[in-house]
């Protein structure tokens, strides 16, 4: 067995890999039903987590910030419908706005589960029950619960595949699952 002196030096390293980061992707599902509940559209979307998501997990997990809850799922109508941007915040959001025929007075909560095997979802769907026909280009969520409100964090956004177009007494239901790889 070799003995070290005081003038010798000893390192270690541990190397997790090239792709050791945190990756966060988050996925919106969403059914249509019409009026006497048969299945109209089916659909997976990945989200795009905007700068300002971003921000406010760094802020709230790193910087004792505190957090916010609960979050509320929109819709986001086709009119004026151009697009996202990474610097989307709810009080400016130039390529799209939100759709809001549907009855409920709010944004319904999100109302997710706790987190469990580096994932945390809502296990029951949020209900948007339609009250005039219209088309859908995405959704989104936000920590405000106010119809066309212009405050709180907005945390991500998606596109669907195509237009969706709902008509009167359609119900969209919308779960939401965030998974950190």
Do not use: C
């Not at 249509?32 to 921000?55: F, R, S, W």
């Not at 296990?123 to 066309?148: C, P, Q």
Request: net charge negative; proline share 2%.
């Amino acid at each position: 067995m070799e003995n070290f002196s005081i003038k010798d030096k000893a390192s270690a390293e541990v190397v997790r890999g090239q792709n050791s980061g945190v990756r966060l992707r988050g996925f919106f599902h969403l059914t249509i039903h019409d009026k006497d509940g048969n299945l109209k559209h089916d659909e997976t979307v990945q989200n795009a987590i905007v700068k300002e998501g971003l921000n406010y997990i760094l802020d709230a997990g790193l910087n004792d910030a505190g957090s916010t809850h609960p979050w509320f799922i929109g819709l986001i109508d086709l009119i004026n419908f151009s697009g996202f941007s990474q610097d989307d915040v709810m009080n400016s959001h130039g390529g799209w706005q939100e759709h809001t025929a549907y009855d409920e007075t709010t944004r319904p909560a999100w109302g997710e589960d706790a987190p469990s095997n580096e994932a945390i979802a809502n296990s029951t769907a949020v209900d948007f029950n339609i009250n005039a026909s219209g088309d859908l280009k995405g959704v989104f969520i936000v920590s405000n619960s106010t119809k066309t409100g212009t405050t709180g964090v907005l945390w991500a956004t998606a596109q669907f595949a195509s237009t969706i177009a709902v008509a009167n007494t359609d119900v969209v239901k919308v779960t939401y699952t965030v998974v950190a790889t």
